[in-house]
T-cell receptor
């Protein structure tokens, strides 16, 4: 593994189903993030984690949950998917230095029907 | 709160034309500023960054200067290529210690041969 991996690459999901998007990084970064990207709206932060064992809400957290049991993994769960959650989801990580950049995964394209 | 405003696209240029994508920000103190690029079907990649006033970030012929007096971080390139066609995002990392990045809505650039 090099950098950040996300799985699945894409998924079509029926409304009401539960879904977990996976994210793993091998850079030992403390901070991890989930964004959704929608046309014309740029990137919106869903949840973040500054360090293993802690999480925080971003701009659009409703309908999503996260956990951070260890440094490397940061799964995003949709408990009961709705069509408005159709989007491209990006996981990112950074170390906790003031000037450090974020590293992004390749994204998961999710369609909720 | 912190915010980033960047010019709306799409921007269409001929090959070898000069490029400017405007970005202004609102933040307290001295945030770190970034430009990311997203090629079709991929995640975001760091293009350049600047961490203090008057710093110039540069990479692959792109440049941006951190202007505290005008709260701006405009992206420029003297001669664009078809391969520069992508979506460009301006972003900042504030000084509040929360390690949350703020992104602009993105500017799509299309370069014609």
């Amino acid at each position: 593994i090099a950098g950040i991996t996300q799985a699945p690459t894409s998924q079509i999901l029926a409304a009401g189903r539960r879904m977990t998007l996976r994210c793993t990084q091998d850079m030992r970064h403390n901070a991890m993030y989930w964004y959704r990207q929608d046309l014309g709206l740029g990137l919106r932060l869903i949840h973040y984690s500054n360090t293993a064992g802690t999480t925080g809400k971003g701009e659009v957290p409703d309908g999503y949950s996260v956990s951070r049991a260890n440094t490397d993994d940061f799964p995003l769960t949709l408990a009961s998917a709705v069509p408005s959650q159709t989007s491209v989801y990006f996981c990112a990580s950074s170390d906790n230095r003031g000037s450090s950049e974020q590293f992004f995964g390749p994204g998961t394209r999710l369609t909720v029907l | 709160g912190d915010s980033v405003t960047q010019m709306e696209g799409p921007v269409t240029l001929s090959e070898e034309a000069f490029l400017t994508i405007n970005c202004t920000y609102t933040a307290t103190g001295y945030p770190s500023l970034f430009w990311y690029v997203q090629y079709p079907g991929e995640g975001l990649q760091l293009l350049l960054k600047a961490t203090k006033a008057d710093d110039k970030g540069s990479n692959k012929g792109f440049e941006a200067t951190y202007r505290k007096e005008t709260t701006s971080f405009h992206l420029e390139k003297g001669s664009v290529q078809v391969s520069d066609s992508a979506v460009y995002f301006c972003a900042l990392l504030g000084t509040s210690g929360t390690y949350k990045y703020i992104f602009g809505t993105g500017t799509r650039l299309k370069v014609l041969a």
